[in-house]
């Protein structure tokens, strides 16, 4: 399983799979998985030649700074799990590569 931090690279992959032909399976997910993110993996798994999970933490679905402060960050278990999975390709992007430009809203 690898694991990717920029848009760019999964732009890439993703290409690289259009290209050889292969079916594509996408779970998007903030993380700190639990059964149903797997079940989801699982099915994509068994349906499609390449998964692809990602991890991101997205401050715009939170309305309380604290709530975004003290969600649980848990990459490493979590790759664990996705690889026993088996998952392809993980994007765990930053927040300045979803979002270049700062978010201005006011909480």
């Known amino acids: 399983m690898q694991t990717i931090t920029t848009k760019s690279e999964l732009t890439r992959q993703i290409t690289a799979c259009i290209r050889q032909g292969k079916t594509i399976g996408f779970v998007p997910t903030m993380g700190a998985l639990h059964q149903g993110h797997i079940s989801l993996v699982e099915h994509s798994v068994e349906k499609c030649k390449y998964t692809v999970v990602s991890i991101f933490v997205n401050p715009t679905q ?19 799990l996705l690889e026993k999975s088996g998952v392809d390709l993980v994007f765990a992007p930053g927040v300045e590569d979803i979002y270049p430009t700062p978010d201005e809203r006011v909480f």
């Not at 939170?62 to 664990?80: I, K, V, W």
């Open 62 to 80: 939170f309305n309380n700074q604290n709530d975004l402060a003290t969600y649980p960050r848990t990459l490493e278990a979590d790759c664990a």
